[in-house]
């Protein structure tokens, strides 16, 4: 019968022979190589979950998941394996990722400067202009924050500087109507022209 590698070992077993300090001749086996484990995967991130695939044999495999809050897509399962009959320590595995991602965001405690929140979603607040939507943010720390964007603050009507000229009145009205508080109206502004004493009638507004 012939010779084989012993399970946990991998290679094409040889018989040799040689002599030893008798001349006598001696088997010798040769060809085995022991299977060795592939390196771990390196947790960089927030978003997987390795913690099954450490220390993984040759033809070993594990299944890696996704990070809460993160939840896995159907059909976008993660997995990784090291290879049949590795015989090199520290070999990287075969990956797939699996697909992740979050479908729950949790409301802010405190509603930022410029939103609304409001039955039916978020909106900008009076003041702001844009379409307001909330998204999910990771943290260095790997926590959930809700983000609002979209709103900004409407620019401030700017105001023209300058006073308007006097109103000027026709002769013929010059004894009736009251033009004192019109003499210096800034641009934007208006005043109210009354009636003198004795003359009576509703107040006007000039612009």
């Not at 040889?14 to 001749?25: F, G, H, I, P």
């Not at 105001?159 to 800034?186: F, K, M, N, Q, Y």
């Amino acid at each position: 019968s012939s010779w084989q590698c012993a399970m946990g070992y991998m290679g094409t077993a040889v018989k040799s022979c040689r002599l030893d300090r008798q001349c006598a001749a001696e088997p010798t086996l040769s060809g085995c190589l022991p299977l060795q484990a592939c390196a771990d995967l390196t947790d960089e991130g927030c978003e997987y979950d390795f913690s099954d695939c450490k220390g993984l044999m040759a033809n070993q495999t594990c299944t890696i998941r996704c990070k809460p809050p993160f939840t896995e897509v159907q059909g976008y399962e993660g997995s990784a394996s090291c290879a049949a009959g590795n015989i090199v320590a520290g070999t990287p595995l075969n990956v797939t990722l699996p697909r992740c991602e979050i479908t729950s965001c949790p409301e802010k405690n405190v509603v930022p400067i410029g939103y609304v929140k409001r039955l039916g979603g978020w909106f900008c607040a009076d003041g702001w202009n844009g379409t307001a939507s909330v998204t999910c943010t990771l943290s260095a720390g790997c926590n959930v924050e809700c983000d609002a964007r979209g709103c900004a603050p409407l620019a401030p009507v700017r105001r023209l500087a300058g006073t308007c000229a006097p109103v000027e009145l026709p002769s013929s009205h010059r004894c009736s109507v009251d033009i004192s508080v019109c003499a210096a109206v800034d641009v934007g502004s208006n005043c109210t022209l009354t009636c003198k004493a004795p003359f009576q009638g509703a107040a006007e507004t000039a612009v």
